[in-house]
Nanobody, 128 residues
Framework: QVQLVESGGGSVQAGGSLRLSCAAS????????MAWFQQGPGKEREGVAV??????????WYPDSVKGRVIISQDNAKKTVYLQMNNLKPEDTAMYYC???????????????????WGQGTQVTVSS
């Protein structure tokens, strides 16, 4: 089993920044990818960023909707993944979930069924 604990959410004004953290514990050697998803009120859960862990390569994927505004990174020693979010907009208001996967298959890295483990989420609220 792998446990994921998110932190760093909060309230911020539009244009501001936040950094979310996701600490992994347990059988972390079982996972090869970690990701951040967002789920706004009444919306489906959508991928924000994915990173391959825990190799030095740290290959990343971003959907076009957030490219240039978010950066996903990892600290291998701490088994922690971060999501730096800049120039936040009110539409970024959502619950943000950390997820981990053993394999992503050959389709989109943002497919939620590919992820085996999920955190409880951390709320991000952006006011205008």
């Amino acid at each position: 089993q792998v446990q994921l604990v998110e932190s760093g959410g909060g309230s911020v004004q539009a244009g501001g920044s936040l950094r979310l953290s996701c600490a992994a514990s347990g059988y972390t050697s079982n996972i090869n990818y970690m990701a951040w998803f967002q789920q706004g009120p009444g919306k489906e859960r959508e991928g924000v960023a994915v990173i391959s862990v825990w190799s030095a390569a740290g290959i990343t994927w971003y959907p076009d909707s957030v490219k240039g505004r978010v950066i996903i990174s990892q600290d291998n020693a701490k088994k922690t993944v971060y999501l730096q979010m800049n120039n936040l907009k009110p539409e970024d208001t959502a619950m943000y979930y950390c997820a981990a996967a053993r394999s992503l298959g050959v389709t989109s890295p943002f497919r939620t069924p590919a992820y085996n483990y999920w955190g409880q989420g951390t709320q991000v609220t952006v006011s205008s």
